[in-house]
């Protein structure tokens, strides 16, 4: 492949990734939702991180650990707790992360 080949190719996906968001982004002011999506769609960021983070905290080895010894379960009770109590997010990342660091290393010294 030479540059002229690699420049095309660039530019061809250019073109095809922005055709298909210009066209759905020109659309999306005539599109009205009804207003229990609107609702329902406040929702989704946390139902996604939910899904992601619970088995990661759950299973950190590919197996259920329920155990006082799972650094990421630590973690992820401080940082839930934290976000009911205080409801500020950087507090919340900021503790959630210390006590898993806390936990995974400070255990094994």
């Known amino acids: 492949m030479n540059l002229w080949q690699g420049v095309l190719i660039i530019f061809g996906m250019f073109a095809v990734t922005f055709g298909v ?25 946390v139902a996604v991180l939910t899904a992601i983070i619970t088995p990661m905290a759950l299973m ?29 997010q950087l507090l919340t990342i900021l503790v959630g992360v210390l006590v898993f660091f806390v936990a995974k290393y400070g255990f094994s010294l």
């Open 21 to 45: 968001r210009f066209v759905l982004f020109a659309r999306a002011d005539k599109v009205v939702m009804p207003a229990y999506i609107e609702k329902a769609l406040k929702f989704v960021p």
């Open 60 to 88: 950190p080895d590919s197996k259920l650990d329920l155990t006082l010894t799972n650094p990421w379960l630590l973690g992820s009770l401080a940082a839930f707790v934290v976000g009911i109590w205080r409801q500020q």
